[in-house]
């Protein structure tokens, strides 16, 4: 549908084998990249594919979109379907329809685990009653996920087990406007792509491109995509992919998300309906577990509700600024300007 500029195909140092906790945490809590090691240590990375997911889960009902289906059935689906936007499975519950057995670390026995890069996820402290976090996505090419941000101000990785996905990416904060297409109203609470995700490659592509902050690439199979708190994301399947995300809270992004809680109330998600105060949950574990991090996010939420400058808006203002009109890119090899994105 659209060539790939070839001044867009830049390798760049996004694009690393791994990382370490101290790394990710000083440096790269705050930039897109991709990793090319962790996954392929999953089981599940050598284990899954389509045929053997409708052998060992085809009368299993998982959703897509508006609907449950069987999984044969979608998968059915997915062969035959000629849609322009097809339905895109996103099951979160997935873990537990599966008998998955998910670790916090490599661990024998476990089916998979969260790159050990990203460290402690302070989420975690809210045990059962944490927000819906990981979710099973599963779609034919064409298939994706039009713009957004992640919820409750939550980071996220995204690992491709068969595949490949293109990504679409900026950063935001008040003093960034939104990626061409998209519209979010006056309080950031609510992001509006009114166009289907083709629809929005024919308009605002090549525009997008074009403007200071961008970022895109390719994830393939066993390659995982770190998704920063508050980034504008589009994804686009390039391929019949199996993909399995989760959102997490990096210990750098506490007080954004402390700020989220108590200033967003309208816009949290994913919690139960017994939670009545997502802010104050979140606080008083966090107070139990860890106090000193607790102090550190709310000095940061603090600084966030005054309106001053922290830490993330200077960073996300002078990755805009840093940017080559082109934008970056992380994930295109130098001889593909001639590949196509659908």
Excluded at 28 to 41: E, N, R, Y
């Amino acid at each position: 549908m659209m060539k790939q500029a070839a001044k867009a195909a830049h390798l760049l140092r996004q694009r690393l084998s791994d990382l370490s906790r101290e790394d990710f945490q000083t440096t790269w809590f705050s930039q897109p990249f991709i990793l090319t090691a962790p996954v392929k240590q999953w089981p599940v990375a050598s284990t899954w594919s389509f045929e053997i997911l409708r052998k060992k889960y085809a009368n299993v009902a998982f959703r897509a979109e508006s609907v449950d289906w069987p999984l044969s059935t979608y998968l059915n689906y997915m062969t035959d379907s000629s849609d322009e936007s097809p339905l895109y499975l996103f099951d979160r519950a997935f873990a537990e329809k599966m008998r998955l057995s998910v670790s916090l670390m490599p661990f024998p026995g476990a089916d998979y685990w969260p790159p050990t890069c990203f460290g402690f996820d302070t989420f975690s402290v809210l045990g059962e009653q944490r927000p819906d976090h990981r979710w099973l996505i599963v779609g034919p090419a064409r298939s994706g996920s039009t713009f957004h941000k992640d919820p409750n101000a939550t980071s996220a990785w995204n690992a491709v087990i068969t595949g490949s996905k293109y990504w679409i990416m900026f950063p935001s904060s008040p003093n960034i406007p939104p990626p061409p297409g998209v519209y979010v109203s006056e309080d950031q609470s609510e992001v509006t792509s009114p166009l289907s995700i083709a629809e929005w490659l024919l308009g605002f592509h090549a525009e997008a491109r074009q403007t200071p902050g961008c970022y895109e690439g390719i994830c393939n199979a066993g390659e995982v995509l770190h998704v920063p708190s508050g980034w504008y994301h589009l994804v686009l399947n390039l391929a019949p992919s199996i993909a399995i995300t989760q959102n997490f809270v990096p210990r750098a992004r506490v007080g954004a998300v402390l700020h989220f809680l108590k200033e967003q109330k309208q816009s949290i998600s994913g919690f139960s309906d017994s939670i009545g105060d997502a802010y104050q949950l979140f606080q008083d574990r966090l107070g139990k577990h860890d106090p000193a991090l607790l102090e550190e996010g709310m000095l940061e939420l603090e600084r966030l509700s005054k309106g001053a400058k922290g830490k993330w808006e200077e960073l996300t203002k002078s990755v805009a600024a840093a940017n080559e009109p082109a934008g970056f890119s992380f994930g295109f090899e130098a001889d593909d300007e001639d590949a196509e994105v659908p």
